[in-house]
């Protein structure tokens, strides 16, 4: 069988559980083979040996069975890094990189310091290290197979500037501040009908109590002690959540209280910053 001939079927046999079934299937070759997509298509003739025929069949049937690609493949592109990635965490999805975008755009220290609460892969956290090198930040997450995973990914992305620690939020940053706080923490409600689509997905990233605002809830009011003057807490949350994640900022003491729209037209960030009355 050559390459053009399992894309065929792959990409027949994907069609029922992907919209990017093509997309998929190359992604599937290109993993297995080592190569790049470019290759893919000079080769399409090229005669695939019994062992990677073997080999992107099991990965096909994984795949099939609607599982994430990016699970199978073990990385996925986050903003201009690539990451490892693995059950333990969620998958980094274009939408938290309105994170990253904001973050960026934000007036802050030269030498500012950023914490990442809840980081999983370290996506936000090694963006934000990678893109400004000058930034310290530290990422937090209390499953220690994420943290391990975030390490990883800072090593490969030699991203010196990023401390990855283990802390259920708040708890092992006691006494410091920070110029910057992002998070993408769980907020989808236990009953939404959409979560039998992430069935593969850590329900713990996921899932929060009280209409998927509690985390929320938890670090609005806790994020004040520990930032500095003039300093900012961004947070995703869901598409209907805006209103409430809102509140929550300007009930904790937050200033300048504002949403932005994600890729999709949807609310997906809220933010505040501390002490800026007179701004």
Not at 8 to 29: E, I, K, N
Not at 32 to 41: G, P, T
Not at 256 to 273: A, M
Request: glycine share 6%.
């Amino acid at each position: 069988m050559t390459l053009a001939e399992w894309l065929q079927q792959a990409t027949r046999q994907l069609s029922g559980v992907s919209a990017l079934a093509a997309d998929d299937a190359r992604l599937l070759l290109c993993h297995q083979l080592n190569v790049s997509v470019s290759y893919v298509y000079g080769h399409g003739d090229d005669t695939l040996g019994e062992p990677d025929l073997q080999a992107l069949n099991q990965l096909l049937h994984r795949a099939v069975q609607d599982e994430p690609i990016a699970y199978i493949i073990g990385h996925w592109p986050f903003w201009n890094i690539e990451l490892e990635v693995a059950s333990c965490t969620l998958i980094p999805r274009p939408d938290t990189e309105l994170l990253v975008e904001q973050a960026l755009s934000l007036s802050l220290p030269e030498h500012a310091k950023v914490l990442d609460l809840g980081t999983g892969t370290g996506a936000i956290a090694l963006a934000l290290a990678c893109n400004r090198p000058l930034w310290q930040v530290t990422a937090v997450d209390k499953i220690s197979a994420a943290v391990a995973l975030a390490r990883r990914n800072a090593t490969r992305l030699a991203a010196s500037n990023c401390t990855i620690s283990p802390s259920d939020w708040f708890s092992a940053v006691t006494g410091q501040q920070f110029d910057l706080i992002v998070s993408n923490p769980p907020y989808i409600e236990p009953d939404d009908p959409h979560l039998p689509a992430l069935k593969y997905e850590p329900v713990s990233a996921l899932v929060a109590a009280e209409r998927g605002l509690a985390d929320l809830a938890t670090i609005c009011q806790q994020a004040p002690a520990y930032l500095a003057t003039k300093g900012w807490l961004w947070l995703e949350h869901g598409y209907n959540q805006a209103e409430d994640v809102q509140q929550l900022l300007t009930t904790a003491g937050f200033n300048k209280v504002q949403s932005r729209k994600d890729y999709g037209g949807n609310w997906r960030i809220s933010g505040g910053c501390l002490n800026s009355h007179n701004e």
